[in-house]
C-alpha cells in the first residue's frame, strides 16, 4: 500500500490494522479434531486394533482406484468407453462385413429398463427416471457407437453399465441441482445388476474393474486420476489442513465472536490521525462495515472494501450486524466496494444497499485465486484510491 500510493499521494499516511496474531483463529489442541492430524495418514485405521489402529489399504492412504476412477465418471460418464475405444482400435480393425461386437451388447442395454430388480435399485437411488434416457444417450453417442464397434466391447459390460450409471447420475443432477443420495455401495449394486443382465466376458467381475479391459482402462486414466484423487487428498489432509484453516478458520470465528477483531480495528481508528479512511480486504471488509454499523466513529470519513464478502453476507442475512431488510444507518460514511469478477470471492453492493455503496469493477487478468490478492499489485488500485482519499 505505501509502495503504491507514495507516487501519487505522498501525503497520505498508511498505518497496518493487523488482528490476525491475537484475534485470529489457531487449532488450540493442535489438531486433535482432524483425522489423522501430523501423523502423515488422513484416515486413522479401523483394524482389529479398534478405532486409532493402523489400517491398511485406502484408509492407510493407499489411493482407491475404484472411487477415482468414479470421480473421472462423474465429471465425464463417457470417458471410460472413449479410452478402451481409442486403444483398441489402435490395436484392430474390424474386418470388412464383420458383425459389430457389440451389437448384442446394444440390443441387450434397451431393455436394461424392463428388468424390476434392477429398477428397484435405480428408484431407490433416485436415478430410475433418467436412465432408460441416458442408455439411449450413451448408445447413440459418438464415443458409445465406436465402442460397441470396438474387438473389446464383448468383454466390456462393466465399462458400459458404468457408464449408463454415471450418465444417469449427471442427469439427475442436472436436473434437480443437486447429487441423487446415492452411496458407492448402492451405485455399485445397480452396476453389478446392470452386468449380470448384458451379454459379455465374465472375467471383467461384475464391473468391479477387475478385468483385462478395466486393468488396461486402469492403466490409462493413471495419472489423470490421481488429478483428481481423494485417497491423496485424505493422505495429505493434514498439510491441506495448515494451509485452509487460518483464512477458513478466521471467517468461522469472526462470524460466531467477531467483537474482539471489531476493537482491534476500532482502536486502530482511534490512534490514527483524522480524517480517516478505513480500508480493508476480503474478511477485514465485514469487520470494518460490522463496526461502522454498530459504532458511530465520526473520523472515518470513507469505507474502502476490496475484494469483500460484506454484500452477499448480507443478502444471506448472516451480517452480524444487519439483519436483510433494515437499511444501513445514516452515520456509517460513504462506502467505496472495489471488486474483480474473476475473484470469486468478491461481490457488489449496489443491489442490496442502493445508494449507499459505490461499486468499483478493477480487472487484475488473474485466475482465481490469485485475484482476491491481485488488487495491491493493480496500479488501477492506487489511482482509484490516489483520487478518493480525503
Not at 486393468?215 to 489423470?224: A, C, N, P, Q, Y
Amino acid at each position: 500500500m505505501r509502495e503504491g500510493l507514495r507516487p501519487l499521494r505522498p501525503d497520505v499516511a498508511v498505518t497496518p490494522c493487523y488482528w490476525g496474531g491475537s484475534a485470529g483463529s489457531t487449532l488450540h489442541a493442535n489438531g486433535i479434531s482432524v483425522p489423522g492430524y501430523g501423523t502423515g495418514r488422513g484416515v486413522p485405521g479401523a483394524g482389529a486394533g479398534g478405532t486409532g489402529a493402523a489400517g491398511t489399504g485406502a484408509e492407510d492412504g493407499e489411493p482407491d482406484e475404484d472411487v477415482e476412477l468414479w470421480g473421472l465418471l462423474y465429471l465425464d460418464p463417457l470417458l471410460e468407453l472413449r479410452l478402451v475405444a481409442s486403444e483398441s482400435t489402435a490395436r484392430q480393425e474390424l474386418a470388412p462385413g464383420a458383425r459389430p461386437p457389440g451389437e448384442a451388447l446394444s440390443s441387450a442395454a434397451l431393455s436394461l429398463a424392463g428388468d424390476p430388480s434392477l429398477r428397484g435399485l435405480l428408484d431407490a437411488a433416485g436415478i430410475g427416471d433418467e436412465f432408460a434416457s441416458a442408455v439411449a444417450a450413451v448408445l447413440t453417442s459418438p464415443d458409445g457407437r465406436q465402442f460397441l464397434r470396438t474387438p473389446d466391447a464383448g468383454a466390456g459390460a462393466g465399462v458400459l453399465a458404468r457408464a449408463f450409471v454415471a450418465e444417469a447420475i449427471r442427469r439427475r443432477t442436472e436436473r434437480n441441482g443437486s447429487a441423487a443420495a446415492f452411496d458407492g455401495t448402492a451405485r455399485d449394486e445397480a452396476v453389478a445388476r446392470i452386468v449380470t443382465l448384458l451379454p459379455g466376458d465374465p472375467s471383467d467381475e461384475a464391473g468391479t474393474h477387475r478385468g483385462p479391459v478395466a486393468r488396461r482402462v486402469k492403466r490409462l486414466t493413471g495419472r489423470l486420476a490421481l488429478g483428481l484423487a481423494s485417497a491423496q487428498v485424505v493422505k495429505r489432509r493434514s498439510a491441506l489442513t495448515d494451509a485452509a484453516h487460518p483464512a477458513a478458520g478466521d471467517v468461522l470465528l469472526y462470524l460466531s465472536r467477531g467483537a474482539a477483531i471489531r476493537e482491534i480495528v476500532a482502536e486502530a481508528v482511534r490512534v490514527a490521525e483524522p480524517p480517516v479512511v478505513l480500508l480493508a480486504h476480503s474478511l477485514g471488509g465485514i469487520a470494518s462495515l460490522d463496526l461502522l454499523v454498530l459504532r458511530r466513529l465520526p473520523e472515518v470519513e470513507l469505507l474502502v472494501t476490496v475484494g469483500s464478502q460484506a454484500p452477499f453476507l448480507y443478502e444471506l442475512g448472516a451480517l452480524p450486524s444487519l439483519e436483510h431488510g433494515s437499511p444501513l444507518p445514516a452515520h456509517v460514511p460513504r462506502w467505496l466496494n472495489v471488486y474483480d469478477r474473476r475473484d470469486l470471492l468478491s461481490y457488489v453492493g449496489a443491489g442490496v444497499f442502493p445508494g449507499r455503496v459505490d461499486d468499483v469493477a478493477l480487472d487484475s487478468r488473474q485466475p482465481f485465486p490469485l485475484s482476491h490478492s491481485a488488487y495491491w499489485s493493480n496500479p488501477e488500485l492506487y489511482r482509484l484510491l490516489a483520487a478518493e482519499l480525503p
